[in-house]
């Protein structure tokens, strides 16, 4: 009961690592909007298995099949339902792991709730799952891009203490492209490109942190007092898998601060109200201002690590386990995609909903 | 649309900081469940204004009142209406604020969204209107306490920076109530009020950091993907006032191990699986594991300062303002039980929606 | 967790017959919609118990308070909470009911449902409960209004075997007004209120069928394969208090029909598509279609008859009971005002939403 | 916006008529439950097109897929996605009709509200997309009959003017399945095979009711007061298509008794609170009392139909319409198994709310 993300433009996600497939649908979808499988594609090329020397060798093609909702090329307002076949499945990896608990995954979590588990991966704990949020994610930001212009860049700003020097008002998705890391400050990225790779040498994992900007978007996106903008950005990438911490303007170095050395203040630009700085990150009140939505979200080093640790099985008997497996040994740079998606299906929902309660919003 | 928040565990609040009154309505509420005024009342006066030195001196009883869902002191399993009424409205100190937007504050964005705002006060941007989630925090704590013994704690962490030394795993609630800023480390506590006390006679407001422990959690709660139990927390806290930032467990600083160094690694205690290091925050997967769910909040310094800053009118005029009205000089003491209240109701929902899926929880 | 209603225009009711009081919380209205208590009092004056001869003789004045979400005569776009009070309790009528099963009320299952109730009234299965529903209903009336022209009416169309001859096109709220049982045919209406009456000396009840109206309701409005306009005014009226049956156009009748009878052939009037006849009562598909929508509601007799019956204990001991306390001998006047709310409700919803799926609506 | 349906048990469904494929994602199942493709085919087999000479001659094997949620035979708790692939397409027979409405058809409202439409066929209209809705009752069904033994069953009652006699008390799904028209009464039954040939040779079509049973339902389902047992049953009717009237228990036939002769007495039965009769149709209050649900439902005559009829193209041209394709004249055999899932999906969604909000169902 917690596959369902939205209120007005809505995604149902499907699938485990291991069966049938994964996928999405999605409902409230705006009617007319031109939309190709070649599109979503690319997004999902973005976050596949096996795309660089520093990802998982799990090579799928994830290729996704329009199953409804799209006809000559454009939305129809119905439902519009993905599917991604699964394809390189090596379960036999995961012959161990079906009776030993990996730390700080969530083997022994779904067991304790569900009292049943696809022990032949990771099931819906897997990363695969965000496939069906990334094709939901490609529909959103054309939307977003179509009705209002938006414009979304997310991108690797740290790895382990790695920081990349980026400005956010300028990055583009071709800087982001531009090395297999996601990190459009070269220099830096070049340093995260050989960390990875010793990392994943010594059998282990690092994390790091993602950013993510939101251009020209429109004033007045956001509905407090629960579904402020940060909230719903805040459960959005806190649903993404290793996540665990989210920031939006400031963050936790704006609590350092003094309000008058924190405070945006206000002056007029062309005629148009603006903040001189953007301390809050686009959003005041839980409504977007018109100025860039920034947010950040931590990623934790990667759960499965060959290196060997102390866990216990689902009979409580405590062993050694030395992961098998193909693992990403940094989720960084595949999770370029993903924190795109989640920030363009927030705002397309949003955009809607103020749509509906308000009229054509500015 | 956004002033609903939990799926059954229901909760709609409503209310501006000037106008008849705030209070909240609870769908979904167990029947049988013992309650009564007076325990809202509880949590109601320590999040009240004028309650120490160190709050804002606008001075409300904020007496409750339990108008449906409860007789003979029992749930009925309807819905529970609770209603605080208004009193103390200075809104001349509104006067200027009328037609200048506050910096950081919500009122140029509620303009720009609904073109309408109630300018004698915060309207529904005001902090006032988080009594309505205290009084349903209250009992959500109760429920949480009476069916699974569950116990939720929340203190001041930091403020500025002026960082308490606490264990999370021991702090009690007297310990957060021995002193008025609620930061279980007496000494730093006490650093802590000259600190806000001289903050506020520059008439500059400061921020922190508030952590927030719950124990004795079941295992089992949380409903991944997207109701995820840390992607719901971090909803609920990021919807609170103020707020710029969310963690669970090690959070961003976790981004800097190995997955060798972050991993929790499991063992058996009294024939329990345990996990060694709780690194996790409590919950893995989405799904908690029966350790502590350990949380924090970033808190930005208070928006409206009586220091002179540069604005706007809401005619787009450069005008300067220094806020009269009387405000907290730093949230952080009031909003502690407003995280407890916040971290209840995700525990609460999550409780009676893994009982519903799975039944009885363990 | 059933009293929420609306996805945009959201409905949130609470209250018991005895008690604090009953209301609604409103979460999502439009913005600037001039609304006064007295247009929501009118119609809580047409629902209010001792308004006339044949209803109950329970008297209480119902006057409502606007708690907040409106300022100085307009919406603001935040929740509006309404309240009114419960006076005239005379609970010493129920110290039977406490231990007697009322046949055909809802004691028995609030009790098998929750292990606990009430028992002093009708708790929250009493008619009372409507008057958030009614409440609501002005305002979504007025937004319908102001927004798309959109005019709803309802009126009893049938008492026990005695049905009026109404013209559904033409027919006014004046036209309803002008008599007590709200039957526009006058003549019919007469017939009515004598039957009442005498079933009211008999110590029994009657039941009928109420229909309603809605003219110039936009097309498009309905959300297909379950929130079709239809299945939403179905579950609306049904979730009316002693309801046993909804119909829409032809509804039942027209199942004897063939589709060459039954079909409504299209034409062209004034350049626009419109029906030669409607006896799929303005909903095509699950979509308005700019005819006028046309509903019909079956409601029961009053269950709570003077009249001795057969009944058990809540300890399950079979005696008698004749019911004491004031009830109405027949619920279909004051049920009019409570359909028109319902279908107020509806459409409002489905307005917003359409507006923000497709965009401004026609 | 309105493909989703339930609150515990949620499904979403999608596809149209042609493309890809139809299906169905099923969200918060209970974990444990067996299940197999071969049950959800069963169900399939009894709504699909082309099995016997009184139903539309289209073709279609609709073999189901389980591509996800399914492990080892049984369920996981994660969403269940199931997949039809549609086949047998001669959208040659839509090219008129690309351009001309059918009358009372959905053609003309999707139109309007969408703005696109695919005409190649009845698109989400068609009953096509009841697929889904079949294949998660069957899941739903397996739930209700292992968790509390519940026993569903519908059948049809009436076709146009030739009304079956049926004991609901003690009909079996053999009875049902005994004639191609799903009527156990068979010598009803054979009259109503000659009356559906007979107007399918007049090149014309015909409606009628469906009743459904459901038998061994616990006490203390349905939440009160929007999500009454009988307003869900209202609305999960109302939404199949060709749907004109709902009713429970007494239905419309109710309002013609007085209270007296309507009212259930209450008696005790092996120690049980029993009702002597059962007007109300199993739910008193908007909850089930533990005694059979009783609904009926109004299928319309098939809109479309050979018979020239008047008609305008999308421009607003009036011509005349002789539909092309295959229909069928008479949609109440196969719309049994959508009643019965419709009932089904109602229940277990019931069920499982009812468990998270007081704890287990009796």
Known sequence: MGSNFGHLFRISTFGESHGGGVGVVIDGCPPKIEISADEIQFE??????????????????????????????????????????????????????????????????????????????????????TIGRVAAGAIAKKILREIAGVEIIAYVKRIKDLEGVIDSNTVTLEDVESNIVRCPDSDCAEQMVDLIEQVRNQGDSIGGVVECVARQVPRGLGEPVFDKLEADLAKAMMSLPATKGFEIGSGFAGTVMTGSEHNDEFHTENGEIRTVTNRSGGVQGGISNGENILIRVAFKPTATIRKEQRTVTNAGEEVTLAAKGRHDPCVLPRAVPMVEAMMALVLCDHLLRQRGQCGEVQ
Chains 1, 2, 3, 4 share one sequence.
């Not at 700080?104 to 009292?115: I, L, P, Q, V």
């Open 44 to 129: 999902l090329d973005r976050r596949r298995p096996g795309q660089s020397k520093i990802t998982t060798p799990r090579n799928e093609a994830d290729r996704c099949e329009i199953l409804s909702g799209v006809f000559e090329g454009k939305t129809l307002g119905t439902p519009i339902a993905i599917l991604v076949r699964n394809q390189d499945q090596r379960s036999q990896d995961y012959d161990e792991m079906a009776v030993k608990y990996r730390p700080s995954h969530a083997d022994a979590t779904y067991d304790a709730k569900y009292g049943i588990r696809n022990w032949q991966g990771g099931g819906r704990s897997s990363a695969r799952e």
